[in-house]
C-alpha cells in the first residue's frame, strides 16, 4: 500500500483557495492537513471554523484537522462537524480517553498527537481508541521548520506497537516532510506523510507523485 499524502494549507494561498483546492483534488491528495491553533498551546495563532467550513463545503477531500489548542474537549463538537479525521494533543489538557471517545461518537476518525518532548510509549495504552496517531516531527506552531530525526525512533516503535497488538491505528507524521526526510519516514514505518512547504507552489503535482512513488 502506498504513503498517504496529507498536504498542509498552512502553506497555501489563501487568495486563491478555490484554485489550490482544485488542484489538490486533481494531484488526488488522500487527505487535507488542517492546522488550527490558538496562541495559548502554541505560540502562534492561525486559522479556525469559519475557513474550515468553508473548505469543507468546497471540497470532497478528506479534512484532517490538527488541533494545536489547549484543552480541546471545550471545541470537539463544533470541530466534528467539518473534520473527517480530527486529532488533538496529548499535551494538551483534555481528559485523552473521554476526548478520543467523544471525537468517534461524533462520526469522525479519531488522532492523537505528541509534540517532541513526549515518549511514543505514554500513548500507548489509548492506541486502541485511535484511527491514527501523529507524530510530531517540528515544535508545533509554525511551517518551514526542519525536521528532527529523533521522530523517527517514536515512528518505529509504534510501529512495532501498533502491528504486533494487530491495531487498524495509521501513524501520520507532520513537520520537515519533504524529498530528503520522506524516505526516512517511510523506511520507519509511517502511513500518512503530511507536508507544507514542500507540496504547495509550482511543483505540487510533480512533488505529490514522487511522494507516492517512494
Ligand atoms: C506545524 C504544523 C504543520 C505545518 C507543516 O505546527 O502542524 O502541519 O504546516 O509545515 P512544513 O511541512 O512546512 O513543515
Ligand atoms: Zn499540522
Redesign the pocket.
Known amino acids: 500500500m502506498s504513503v498517504k499524502i496529507s498536504p ?4 497555501a494561498d489563501f487568495m486563491g483557495l478555490k484554485d489550490e483546492l482544485k488542484k489538490l483534488k486533481e494531484c488526488k491528495t488522500d487527505m487535507l ?1 488542517f ?1 488550527i ?1 490558538d496562541g495559548v498551546f ?1 505560540p ?1 495563532i492561525s486559522f479556525a471554523n469559519p475557513i474550515l467550513k468553508q473548505v469543507k463545503a468546497n471540497t470532497d477531500i478528506p479534512l484532517d484537522v ?1 488541533l ?1 489548542i489547549d484543552r480541546p474537549h471545550r471545541y470537539i463538537k463544533e470541530f466534528a462537524k467539518s473534520a473527517d479525521y480530527l486529532g488533538f494533543h496529548y499535551e494538551a489538557g483534555s481528559d485523552v480517553a473521554e476526548t478520543l471517545k467523544e471525537i468517534r461518537d461524533c462520526g469522525c476518525k479519531a488522532c492523537l498527537t505528541i509534540k517532541p518532548c513526549t515518549k511514543a510509549e505514554e500513548i500507548f495504552p489509548f492506541l486502541p481508541l485511535c484511527d491514527m496517531v501523529l507524530v ?10 526542519s ?1 528532527m530525526p529523533d521522530s523517527l525512533d517514536k515512528v518505529r516503535a509504534l510501529r512495532k506497537e501498533i502491528d504486533s497488538k494487530g491495531y487498524n491505528t495509521l501513524i501520520e507524521i ?5 524529498g530528503e526526510t520522506a524516505p526516512l519516514a517511510i523506511e520507519a514505518g509511517v502511513d500518512v506523510l ?6 504547495f507552489g509550482d511543483k505540487m503535482a510533480e512533488r505529490i507523485e514522487y511522494l507516492r512513488s517512494l
Open positions: 498542509s494549507l498552512l502553506a492537513h492546522d491553533m502554541v502562534n490538527h494545536m510530531m516531527s517540528v515544535e508545533p506552531g509554525f511551517g518551514g521548520q525536521f507532520d513537520g520537515g516532510i519533504n503530511v507536508a507544507g512547504s514542500y507540496l
